[in-house]
Protein backbone atom coordinates (compact mmCIF):
# COMPACT_ATOMS: atom_id res chain seq x y z
CA UNK A 1 0.00 0.00 0.00
CA UNK A 2 1.34 3.21 -1.08
CA UNK A 3 -1.23 5.15 0.13
CA UNK A 4 -2.01 6.67 -3.01
CA UNK A 5 -5.25 5.98 -4.33
CA UNK A 6 -6.83 6.89 -7.51
CA UNK A 7 -10.71 6.87 -8.12
CA UNK A 8 -11.99 5.59 -10.56
CA UNK A 9 -10.64 2.41 -10.97
CA UNK A 10 -11.81 1.49 -14.38
CA UNK A 11 -14.35 4.15 -16.53
CA UNK A 12 -15.90 3.97 -20.27
CA UNK A 13 -16.42 6.98 -22.03
CA UNK A 14 -17.87 7.84 -25.33
CA UNK A 15 -15.59 9.66 -27.87
CA UNK A 16 -15.67 13.40 -27.54
CA UNK A 17 -16.93 13.59 -23.84
CA UNK A 18 -15.26 14.80 -21.05
CA UNK A 19 -13.50 13.26 -17.96
CA UNK A 20 -12.07 13.66 -14.80
CA UNK A 21 -10.09 11.72 -12.93
CA UNK A 22 -8.81 11.83 -9.15
CA UNK A 23 -6.34 11.03 -6.87
CA UNK A 24 -5.37 11.38 -3.57
CA UNK A 25 -1.40 11.66 -2.55
CA UNK A 26 0.27 10.08 0.43
CA UNK A 27 0.44 12.10 3.59
CA UNK A 28 2.93 14.98 3.66
CA UNK A 29 3.57 14.57 -0.12
CA UNK A 30 3.20 18.00 -1.66
CA UNK A 31 3.84 16.84 -5.36
CA UNK A 32 1.71 14.83 -7.48
CA UNK A 33 2.21 13.76 -10.83
CA UNK A 34 -0.07 11.99 -13.97
CA UNK A 35 1.20 9.72 -16.58
CA UNK A 36 -0.71 7.73 -19.43
CA UNK A 37 0.62 4.04 -19.89
CA UNK A 38 -1.07 2.51 -23.03
CA UNK A 39 -1.19 -1.30 -23.09
CA UNK A 40 2.65 -2.83 -23.43
CA UNK A 41 4.72 0.47 -22.83
CA UNK A 42 6.19 2.53 -20.06
CA UNK A 43 4.17 5.20 -18.59
CA UNK A 44 4.72 8.72 -20.32
CA UNK A 45 4.60 11.97 -18.29
CA UNK A 46 1.45 14.22 -18.79
CA UNK A 47 2.34 17.13 -15.73
CA UNK A 48 3.49 17.92 -12.65
CA UNK A 49 1.80 19.57 -9.74
CA UNK A 50 4.21 21.57 -6.73
CA UNK A 51 1.89 23.32 -4.08
CA UNK A 52 -1.02 23.84 -6.62
CA UNK A 53 0.96 25.42 -9.39
CA UNK A 54 1.80 23.41 -12.71
CA UNK A 55 5.58 23.35 -12.79
CA UNK A 56 6.01 20.69 -15.57
CA UNK A 57 4.75 18.85 -18.32
CA UNK A 58 5.28 16.32 -20.85
CA UNK A 59 3.98 16.58 -24.73
CA UNK A 60 0.18 16.14 -24.34
CA UNK A 61 -1.78 18.65 -25.88
CA UNK A 62 -4.01 21.19 -23.99
CA UNK A 63 -7.16 19.28 -23.80
CA UNK A 64 -5.24 17.53 -20.41
CA UNK A 65 -5.32 19.43 -17.76
CA UNK A 66 -5.13 19.48 -14.12
CA UNK A 67 -5.67 21.27 -10.70
CA UNK A 68 -4.25 20.33 -7.54
CA UNK A 69 -5.90 21.42 -4.47
CA UNK A 70 -4.94 22.82 -0.81
CA UNK A 71 -4.89 19.61 0.34
CA UNK A 72 -2.38 18.46 -2.69
CA UNK A 73 -5.08 16.39 -3.86
CA UNK A 74 -5.22 16.52 -7.24
CA UNK A 75 -7.60 15.80 -10.65
CA UNK A 76 -6.65 15.36 -14.46
CA UNK A 77 -9.37 16.56 -16.79
CA UNK A 78 -9.43 15.26 -20.47
CA UNK A 79 -11.52 17.06 -22.83
CA UNK A 80 -12.78 16.15 -26.03
CA UNK A 81 -12.16 12.36 -25.49
CA UNK A 82 -10.43 10.72 -28.49
CA UNK A 83 -10.03 6.53 -28.69
CA UNK A 84 -6.25 6.89 -28.97
CA UNK A 85 -6.89 8.25 -24.92
CA UNK A 86 -7.51 4.77 -23.86
CA UNK A 87 -4.91 3.99 -21.16
CA UNK A 88 -4.26 3.23 -17.58
CA UNK A 89 -3.62 6.96 -16.27
CA UNK A 90 -1.41 7.02 -13.29
CA UNK A 91 -0.89 9.03 -10.37
CA UNK A 92 2.37 9.31 -8.37
CA UNK A 93 2.61 11.56 -5.08
CA UNK A 94 6.37 12.79 -3.70
CA UNK A 95 8.06 14.98 -1.57
CA UNK A 96 10.14 17.31 -3.83
CA UNK A 97 10.68 17.73 -7.61
CA UNK A 98 11.26 15.12 -10.46
CA UNK A 99 13.29 11.98 -9.67
CA UNK A 100 12.65 11.99 -5.87
CA UNK A 101 10.81 9.02 -4.60
CA UNK A 102 7.55 8.65 -5.98
CA UNK A 103 4.55 6.36 -4.71
CA UNK A 104 1.94 5.64 -7.24
CA UNK A 105 -1.61 4.73 -6.97
CA UNK A 106 -3.03 1.80 -8.67
CA UNK A 107 -4.24 3.90 -11.80
CA UNK A 108 -7.59 4.15 -13.32
CA UNK A 109 -8.45 2.39 -16.72
CA UNK A 110 -9.84 4.52 -19.30
CA UNK A 111 -11.85 3.31 -22.15
CA UNK A 112 -12.94 5.36 -24.91
CA UNK A 113 -15.63 3.66 -27.67
CA UNK B 1 10.92 9.67 -29.19
CA UNK B 2 11.93 7.65 -26.43
CA UNK B 3 14.57 8.69 -24.31
CA UNK B 4 15.05 5.32 -22.49
CA UNK B 5 15.52 1.78 -24.48
CA UNK B 6 15.49 -0.77 -22.47
CA UNK B 7 16.28 -4.06 -23.54
CA UNK B 8 15.26 -7.03 -23.53
CA UNK B 9 11.35 -6.09 -24.05
CA UNK B 10 10.54 -9.66 -23.01
CA UNK B 11 11.95 -12.61 -21.18
CA UNK B 12 11.02 -15.32 -20.22
CA UNK B 13 13.10 -17.88 -18.09
CA UNK B 14 12.93 -20.90 -15.99
CA UNK B 15 13.05 -20.28 -11.84
CA UNK B 16 16.70 -20.36 -10.90
CA UNK B 17 17.97 -18.75 -13.60
CA UNK B 18 19.91 -15.59 -14.29
CA UNK B 19 19.22 -12.42 -15.70
CA UNK B 20 20.12 -9.30 -16.60
CA UNK B 21 18.12 -5.99 -18.28
CA UNK B 22 19.39 -3.10 -19.45
CA UNK B 23 18.20 0.15 -19.96
CA UNK B 24 20.17 2.63 -22.12
CA UNK B 25 20.13 6.85 -22.94
CA UNK B 26 21.94 9.22 -25.07
CA UNK B 27 21.11 11.58 -22.11
CA UNK B 28 22.89 12.74 -18.59
CA UNK B 29 20.46 12.00 -15.44
CA UNK B 30 21.03 13.17 -12.22
CA UNK B 31 19.23 10.37 -10.87
CA UNK B 32 17.94 6.91 -12.46
CA UNK B 33 15.16 4.61 -11.06
CA UNK B 34 14.03 1.04 -11.31
CA UNK B 35 10.32 0.32 -10.40
CA UNK B 36 8.23 -3.18 -10.67
CA UNK B 37 5.05 -3.31 -12.31
CA UNK B 38 2.08 -6.14 -12.29
CA UNK B 39 -0.91 -6.30 -14.01
CA UNK B 40 -3.68 -3.83 -12.90
CA UNK B 41 -1.33 -2.34 -10.33
CA UNK B 42 0.98 1.01 -10.41
CA UNK B 43 4.71 0.81 -10.65
CA UNK B 44 6.59 0.10 -7.53
CA UNK B 45 10.02 1.70 -6.47
CA UNK B 46 12.91 -0.44 -6.25
CA UNK B 47 15.74 1.64 -5.77
CA UNK B 48 17.03 4.98 -6.60
CA UNK B 49 20.59 5.60 -7.96
CA UNK B 50 22.46 8.59 -8.18
CA UNK B 51 25.80 8.56 -8.32
CA UNK B 52 27.81 7.49 -11.48
CA UNK B 53 29.33 3.94 -11.42
CA UNK B 54 27.14 3.17 -8.08
CA UNK B 55 25.56 -0.28 -7.09
CA UNK B 56 23.09 -0.82 -4.99
CA UNK B 57 21.88 -4.71 -3.97
CA UNK B 58 18.23 -5.48 -2.93
CA UNK B 59 18.24 -9.16 -1.89
CA UNK B 60 18.64 -11.16 -5.41
CA UNK B 61 19.10 -7.96 -7.57
CA UNK B 62 21.74 -5.82 -8.30
CA UNK B 63 21.56 -2.56 -9.70
CA UNK B 64 24.19 -0.71 -11.44
CA UNK B 65 24.35 2.98 -12.61
CA UNK B 66 26.69 3.66 -15.77
CA UNK B 67 30.20 5.79 -14.86
CA UNK B 68 28.62 8.61 -17.58
CA UNK B 69 25.21 8.13 -15.72
CA UNK B 70 23.33 7.10 -19.18
CA UNK B 71 22.92 3.84 -18.55
CA UNK B 72 21.97 1.61 -16.11
CA UNK B 73 21.37 -2.48 -15.68
CA UNK B 74 19.21 -4.55 -13.16
CA UNK B 75 20.82 -8.23 -12.83
CA UNK B 76 18.97 -10.87 -10.89
CA UNK B 77 20.05 -13.99 -9.32
CA UNK B 78 18.24 -17.01 -8.94
CA UNK B 79 14.65 -15.97 -10.58
CA UNK B 80 11.66 -16.96 -8.42
CA UNK B 81 8.08 -16.85 -10.24
CA UNK B 82 7.26 -13.90 -7.77
CA UNK B 83 10.05 -11.87 -9.49
CA UNK B 84 7.18 -11.83 -12.87
CA UNK B 85 6.29 -8.22 -13.70
CA UNK B 86 7.17 -5.75 -16.10
CA UNK B 87 10.42 -4.22 -14.86
CA UNK B 88 10.91 -0.21 -15.35
CA UNK B 89 13.49 2.31 -15.56
CA UNK B 90 12.93 5.93 -15.58
CA UNK B 91 15.40 9.08 -14.89
CA UNK B 92 14.41 12.83 -14.05
CA UNK B 93 15.59 15.68 -16.45
CA UNK B 94 13.43 18.10 -17.15
CA UNK B 95 10.69 15.81 -17.08
CA UNK B 96 10.21 12.01 -15.85
CA UNK B 97 11.30 9.77 -18.46
CA UNK B 98 10.29 6.14 -18.32
CA UNK B 99 11.60 3.20 -20.11
CA UNK B 100 10.08 0.81 -22.46
CA UNK B 101 9.90 -1.89 -20.21
CA UNK B 102 10.91 -5.17 -20.06
CA UNK B 103 7.91 -7.89 -19.27
CA UNK B 104 9.76 -10.80 -17.31
CA UNK B 105 8.01 -14.13 -16.90
CA UNK B 106 9.46 -16.87 -14.33
CA UNK B 107 8.57 -20.48 -15.30
CA UNK B 108 8.62 -22.38 -12.15
Known amino acids: ETGVTQSPTHLIKTRGQQVTLRCSSQ?????VSWYQQALGQGPQFIFQYYREEENGRGNFPPRFSGLQFPNYSSELNVNALELDDSALYLC????????????FGQGTRLTVV | TQLLEQSPQFLSIQEGENLTVYCNSS?????LQWYRQEPGEGPVLLVT?????EVKKLKRLTFQFGDARKDSSLHITAAQPGDTGLYLC????????FGTGTSLTVIP
Open chain 1, 92 to 103: ASSLGGLGTEAF
Open chain 2, 90 to 97: AGAGNQFY
Open chain 1, 27 to 31: SGHNT
Open chain 2, 49 to 53: VVTGG
Open chain 2, 27 to 31: SVFSS
